[in-house]
């Protein structure tokens, strides 16, 4: 029986993973800082190791006679400084492909497609795994800090310090999402939705069990080393649709209001400004890019994933996305 590791498996893609590696018969091991808050993991039939991933004695005691390490822990968003994105996000995928390398386990980096910056991802061609990485915003912490930590587990690769592979989902969604969702949901139970470009673009969004899919696919498939793999586009989802089926699930009336795009750039300029004054220089970088997130198509392909893994998503976003808001609604604190 295989044995895996997931790090920052009460998260929403790590907590993906365990049900799938569970469903698929895998004994599995859940990284957690609190036992007691991750005991439904228990419940489920994952075996709970209580430690941290900068801790390297507990990092190392979790990853023992495991063959593979899904490594899901990240910072996403935060307060503060760049220092926080690297310790985090940096120096503990370090750590991870150290501990993976002695124990000798596979190792499946959950990056982003943040890797590609936010301008340079909308080209003539559809971005693939391919298109060169353009420079990024000083203050673009969480890219520079996803980007940096998957030269890291690639660079392992290729000098034979382990096996290791990357998966880049964009915007995720589904149970227990405490990023997309609860923002989503805090506008649309306002009663109003603003729409760029009349909501009819196509977002960068993927159910989170599709993301768990790709991931242990990558894992079981040999020439996934060394390789990087969007999870981008499972089926496509415009702005328009994602409010309705959101409205849908938590059962609230929406009225979507048009927003021409010169006044929108206008208003995130703005705002990107007062939060430069407020010395929020990560927020003042993203705000730019939310107009982008929001008027314009799905930039990426996953090509590569379904040709080469056999990525078949599943979960229709007309049964996902209600689904996921129900869930908030019924669990938020």
């Known amino acids: 029986m295989s044995r895996a590791l997931v790090t920052g498996a009460t998260g929403l893609v790590g907590s993906h993973i365990v049900e799938r590696l569970l469903a698929d018969g895998w004994s599995v091991r859940a990284l957690v800082r609190d036992a007691s808050a991750a005991a439904w993991l228990g419940d489920r039939g994952a075996e709970l190791a ?16 495991c063959d593979t390490v899904f490594h899901c822990a990240a910072l996403i968003s935060a307060s503060g400084s760049w220092d926080r994105y690297q310790r985090a996000n940096i120096d503990g995928t370090r750590a991870v492909i150290d501990a993976a390398a002695a124990s000798r386990a596979r190792l499946v980096h959950t990056s982003s497609v943040a890797v590609y910056g936010g301008g340079a991802r909308y080209r003539d061609a559809p971005t693939d795994e391919d298109t060169p990485l353009a420079p990024l ?10 980007r940096e930590s998957e030269h890291l587990v690639l660079d392992a690769h290729a000098t034979g310090e382990l096996w290791a592979t990357a998966i880049r989902p964009p915007m995720i969604y589904g149970r227990r999402d405490r990023q997309l969702v609860p923002h989503f949901a805090r506008v649309i139970r306002t009663g109003f939705f603003p729409l760029f470009a009349h909501g009819r673009s196509t977002m960068s969004l993927v159910h989170a069990s599709a993301v768990a899919d790709g991931a242990v696919r990558a894992a079981r498939c040999e020439i996934a080393g060394g390789r990087v793999y969007n999870l981008a586009n499972d089926f496509p989802v415009t702005v328009a649709d994602m409010v309705q089926l959101a409205s849908n699930g938590l059962g609230k009336r929406v009225r979507g209001i048009p927003v021409p795009l010169p006044v929108a750039r206008a208003a995130f300029a703005t705002l990107a400004g007062v939060a430069r004054l407020a010395r929020r ?5 993203q705000l730019p ?22 990525w078949s998503p599943t979960v229709r976003p007309e049964v996902g996305i209600p689904d996921a808001f129900a869930w908030w609604k019924e669990h938020r604190t």
């Open 50 to 65: 209580r430690g941290d991933i900068l801790d390297g004695e507990s990092l190392r005691a979790a990853m023992a006679n």
């Open 137 to 146: 915003d000083e203050f673009a912490w969480y890219a520079r800090s996803k």
């Open 281 to 285: 220089d990560g927020m003042a970088v």
């Open 289 to 310: 890019d939310a107009v982008n997130t929001f008027s314009r198509d799905n930039p990426f392909t996953s090509e590569r994933a379904r040709r080469e893994l056999g």
